[in-house]
């Protein structure tokens, strides 16, 4: 029985007959192209379950291939191969992934064997969506916005931070999701760019304050626990901001040093001045601040200077591809020592798999959040995790498997 049916789109015939007789050998049947046209012929012809594609081509390179079986919501599991170097083929592998194609991994000429029979293997194994853009974003207004804060639509969902030495919670992030009554659950993407062009997103961020802080209030625990809360660049124009987020605290007597206040880094600060006397004041009540998504945004070294930052939050495209990418590991070790140096504390986000874990415990991050630990949920769900996840020793080493206690050298 077939295992599938490989298309390869290669211009070097020995390469293409290499994968051809490896494909075979796994039992499946296969076609070799050295043209796009061609390629694509055979493509709507055959429906391949197998892709095997070279990025440097005379006619068409692979990255624009790559688009247009995007266009065409392929289904293909999709290897890549090339003789060109490391980081550019995961670069492209990256955008492929973003594109919505599934892509079973990337193949340096020259490979073994071995290597392609691997990903050959675990193609098999890859989800296939149905469409690229399987989950469209509603059309937004700003009517729509208004009632949904009349309306009380905005609901908080809550996704656990842990401390990666031991696996214990340390607290959560408050997460805003929007319960449309036509769409459903609606996620940020879909509407806070909006909110903040209109200037929507002030009365939105004090309506998730409360919302989230009312639901801390009610978590007794020792150490306490701390909860972390976005705030948007249009947040820091707003001269009532730091009075407001006291208050709040203050009525639900929730203190201000439990609240990391998370300022994304992937936006630039308009009012710098402003912005300035803002997260300064909020520090001086007591407030933490976080600088979210780090490495991926704008001027990262002149914020950290500049603002009184208690926390840097790394990106979670560096760790989740650190595993596989030297480079993202690199990055990954250079932030957690820089916020060594400067005395922050440092969070992952984005951590998925037991190796990411292991290595971010060698980095020595401190603090980490990700599918490997919980995913957001709302209020109920997050208290029954919490209760069922390090109240006691032995939660914890379930939770996170020990690194070895045995000597250096």
Request: aromatic share 8%.
């Amino acid at each position: 029985m077939s295992q599938g049916r490989l298309l390869i789109l290669d211009d070097d015939a020995a390469v293409a007959q290499t994968i051809a007789s490896i494909a075979e050998d796994l039992g499946f049947d296969f076609q070799i192209c050295s043209e796009p046209d061609a390629f694509f012929g055979w493509v709507e012809k055959e429906w391949p379950t197998h892709i095997a594609l070279d990025l440097v081509m005379p006619a068409m390179d692979g990255v624009e291939v790559l688009r247009l079986l995007a266009e065409r919501s392929w289904r293909a599991t999709i290897i890549v191969t090339s003789g060109i170097g490391t980081k550019v083929l995961e670069t492209v592998q990256r955008s492929a992934a973003e594109r919505g194609l599934p892509i079973a991994g990337i193949l340096p000429k020259p490979f073994g064997p071995d290597a392609l029979r691997a990903l050959l293997g675990e193609g098999a194994k890859l989800p296939i969506p149905t469409t690229v853009n399987s989950f469209p974003h509603p059309s937004i207004s700003e009517s729509d916005l208004d009632d949904a804060l009349l309306g009380d639509q905005f609901v908080v969902h809550y996704q656990p931070k842990v401390r990666l030495s031991d696996g214990d919670p340390t607290g959560f992030e408050a997460l805003v999701r929007w319960q449309h009554p036509r769409y459903g659950m609606v996620f940020p993407d879909s509407f806070i760019p909006l909110a903040e062009e209109t200037g929507q997103i002030l009365p939105i961020t004090y309506r998730i304050f409360d919302l989230a802080l009312s639901w801390f209030s009610a978590i007794e625990r020792q150490p306490p626990l701390s909860l972390a809360i976005n705030l948007s660049q249009r947040n820091l124009t707003d001269l009532h901001l730091a009075d407001q987020l006291l208050r709040s605290c203050t009525r639900l007597g929730v203190a201000p040093s439990r609240i990391n206040l998370e300022l994304t880094e992937t936006s630039a600060i308009t009012d710098r001045a402003a912005a300035f006397d803002i997260l300064t004041r909020l520090r001086i009540k007591g407030f933490n601040l976080s600088i979210d998504d780090f490495g991926s945004g704008y001027s990262s070294m002149q914020q950290l200077v500049h603002l009184p930052f208690s926390e840097i939050k790394i990106d979670k495209s560096f760790v989740l591809s650190m595993t596989e990418s030297i480079e993202s590991r690199k990055i990954v070790d250079s932030i957690v020592n820089l916020g060594h140096t400067l005395g922050l504390t440092t969070v992952a986000e984005g951590v998925e798999t037991l190796e990411a874990l292991q290595l971010l415990r060698e980095l020595r991050c401190e603090l980490g959040q990700g599918y490997y630990f919980a995913k957001p949920m709302d209020g109920a769900a997050a208290i029954a995790w919490l209760a069922g996840h390090g109240a006691h020793p032995e939660t914890t080493i379930d939770l996170l498997p020990k690194t070895s206690t045995k000597p250096a050298g």
